[in-house]
């Protein structure tokens, strides 16, 4: 709510036309919820040395999540 992303209304939360106009514009790949749980079992694979930031980036590169 405080980053504008969701407002709230009575009981109920409802995307903010920031995120909708941000979910037209973003690769669909990181619109998909599973996308965020590969990124926490990579990123806490580099917590605990079992991968290094730059594989990771590549491989978002390659599956077009992020541009160079």
Known sequence: IDKNFIK???KYLYPSEISKMMFQILPKTIT???TTAVWEEALNNLVINKGNLEDFL???IVIG???K
Do not use: H, L, R
Request: overall charge negative; aromatic content about 8%.
């Open 58 to 60: 590549a491989e978002q």
């Open 32 to 34: 998909y919820p599973d």
């Open 8 to 10: 709230e209304e009575k």
């Open 65 to 67: 999540v992020i541009g």
